[in-house]
């Protein structure tokens, strides 16, 4: 599902922003798009941890043909050395048992996270283990479609930023920060093109 303020956040982001005009120009009628399951994205997302977005993705084919049935009750279930044979470290392991435990004990209450604000909700989830700042903001953007999402550590968007707006030296977070001020109120939108500058394959979680 795609969000429904994609087109008009891409045609305000164009307006103000020729480097991003130019990305969507190139990537016209690609768009962020959600996997419909909270568990599921919040566990690409900790598998993704540390990693480029190809071995993420290596690992997570690994599991998935490992475990057709991905849920909570079949992470749990599952051998450690299976997982481990998948490409998962032992930390990642106890992470995914600890989101699992989260959902099988339905510590989360979804229904109020449509209600919750972008840091009260990353908040509530960072007291998962394992779940740090990104993963969370990972999960705002491509489960709940929150449309200004800026994730400052985010590799990737570091590296696009760096190679589009300041002639490929590093980036700090106070100028990410600045420079993202025009992409306001649609900082997700930004970075989805922004990294898609960095690998035509859309990232999914």
């Not at 479609?145 to 990737?156: E, M, N, T």
Request: glycine letters at 4%; a neutral charge.
């Amino acid at each position: 599902m795609t969000p429904i303020y994609w087109n008009q956040a891409a045609q305000e982001l164009a307006r103000c922003d020729s480097t991003l005009q130019n990305l969507i120009e190139r990537y016209e009628g690609a768009a962020l798009t959600s996997r419909g399951c909270a568990f599921t994205t919040l566990a690409r997302s900790i598998v993704g941890q540390q990693i480029s977005v190809k071995a993420a993705e290596s690992v997570w084919q690994k599991i998935s043909a490992a475990m057709p049935a991905l849920t909570p009750n079949s992470i749990t279930a599952a051998e450690p050395h299976t997982l481990r044979a998948c490409g998962l470290s032992a930390r990642k392991i106890d992470y995914l048992h600890d989101l699992s435990r989260h959902f099988l004990q339905k510590s989360f209450d979804e229904n109020t996270w449509i209600r919750m604000d972008d840091q009260a909700l990353i908040d509530e989830l960072t007291q998962v283990k394992g779940i740090g700042r990104w993963t969370a903001e990972m999960f705002l953007i491509f489960y709940m479609q929150r449309p200004d999402v800026l994730p400052l550590d985010d590799i990737g968007l570091q590296r696009a930023i760096s190679q589009h707006y300041n002639g490929n030296l590093p980036v700090s977070k106070k100028t990410m920060l600045e420079l993202s001020k025009p992409w306001q109120p649609w900082r997700s939108v930004a970075t989805w093109y922004l990294w898609r500058s960095l690998d035509p394959i859309p990232v999914e979680y």
